[in-house]
């Protein structure tokens, strides 16, 4: 099955400061997503992104499909940033959406 | 419109024992999926339903199951209930089947073994 791969794992910011999170996968995929994971466990979809580029305020993501990479960009980060985002993909023809293992983004004052 | 909605947000059972998680999707969507959540192996892939049809299953023994009613709803059973089976639930429901839409979760089932 398709394997997904993000990096850092870890992150701490100075807040203000800005940062991208990569997501590799192993294979084509029809759908790309971006989570962010607050401390209480609640997922947010942040962006449904198979290809191309959107923004949404501080935030934007890139999916560049023919080479397998999505890309997160937090710009002037703030300490309600903080948690763990989660890239997920579902590979053309299947029947599963596969997460990676997520980065932890701390963002401090 | 209503976000999904998982029952109940925690639950306490005892090993041996076996739970039921329910799950209501959005509004209109008509698949739900299933994923469990440990520090230790991360998001897992449990089950896909869609108009009441399993599509794919994760890599979990048979003690774990599930179902989707008519109305999109969904739940999952536990069996026979582990130390291990301690996790948060995740349940997410998305407009089609195809894969070509995003998935929205609830706030998920903190379920703990003892």
């Known amino acids: 099955g398709i394997q997904v791969e993000q990096s850092p794992p870890d992150l701490i910011l100075q807040e203000g400061a800005n940062s991208t999170l990569r997501c590799n996968f192993s294979?084509?995929?029809?759908?790309l997503q971006w989570f962010h994971q607050n401390p209480w466990g609640q997922l947010i979809n942040l962006f449904y992104?198979?290809?191309g580029t959107k923004q949404n305020g501080r935030l934007s993501a890139t999916t560049v499909a023919t080479e397998r990479y999505s890309l997160l960009y937090i710009s002037s980060s703030q300490t309600t940033d903080s948690g763990v985002y989660f890239c997920?993909?579902?590979?053309?023809?299947?029947?599963?959406?596969?997460f990676g293992a997520g980065t932890r983004l701390f963002v401090k004052a | 419109k209503a976000g999904v909605t998982q029952t109940p947000r925690y639950l306490i059972k005892t090993r041996g024992q076996q739970v039921t998680l329910s799950c209501s999707p959005i509004?209109?969507?008509?698949?739900v999926s299933w994923y469990q959540q440990t520090p230790g192996q991360g998001l897992q892939f449990l089950f896909e339903y869609f108009s009441e049809t399993q599509r794919n299953k994760g890599n979990f023994p048979g003690r774990f199951s599930g179902r989707q009613f008519s109305n999109s709803r969904s739940e999952m059973n536990v069996s026979t209930l582990e130390l291990g089976d301690s996790a948060l639930y995740l349940c997410?429901?998305?407009?089609?089947?195809?894969?070509?839409?995003?998935?929205?979760f609830g706030n998920g089932t903190r379920l703990t073994v003892t």
């Open positions: 509004s209109g969507h008509r698949s």
């Open positions: 992104i198979p290809s």
């Open positions: 997920a993909a579902r590979n053309t023809g299947g029947f599963k959406t596969i």
């Open positions: 294979d084509s995929v029809n759908n």
């Open positions: 997410a429901s998305s407009t089609t089947g195809q894969g070509n839409s995003p998935l929205h």
